[in-house]
């Protein structure tokens, strides 16, 4: 059974940093795309970043580019976001994603692409 566990939510002052981590069981990570997605109440999910492990690809939504950097950890079966210069409009649920297949650009911010979700984990950026 797949499983994906995220952690490292919390709060921040604007301005601060955050790292969620995903873990991810019950498959071979290293051939999978994974992406991080956030819902804000009221608001649709939004794909922020995502990363295809084979080659370690990367792809940014606009709002964070340049602040959010998603790594991974192939070894661990982890998938890292680092959040910087958080703003107060990051605060939101996040969600991290596993797809089953070779995801690229744009793609990997698609939420119907993938297969597997996390718990989510919150983030609250206060001013």
């Known amino acids: 059974q797949v499983q994906l566990v995220e952690s490292g939510g919390g709060s921040v002052q604007a301005g601060g940093s955050l790292r969620l981590s995903c873990t991810a069981s019950?498959?071979?990570?290293?051939?999978?795309?994974m992406g991080w997605f956030r819902q804000a109440p009221g608001k649709e999910r939004e794909g922020v970043a995502g990363?295809?492990?084979?080659?370690?690809?990367?792809y940014y939504a606009d709002s964070v580019k340049g602040r959010f950097t998603i790594s991974q950890d192939n070894a661990k079966n982890t998938v890292y976001l680092q959040m910087d210069s958080l703003k107060p409009e990051d605060t939101a649920m996040y969600y991290c994603?596993?797809?089953?297949?070779?995801?690229?650009?744009?793609?990997?911010?698609?939420?119907?692409?993938?297969?597997?979700w996390g718990q989510g984990t919150q983030v609250t950026v206060s001013s």
């Open positions: 994603a596993a797809a089953a297949g070779h995801l690229v650009a744009g793609a990997l911010l698609r939420g119907h692409l993938y297969n597997y």
């Open positions: 019950g498959y071979t990570y290293s051939r999978k795309s």
């Open positions: 990363i295809y492990a084979g080659s370690g690809s990367t």
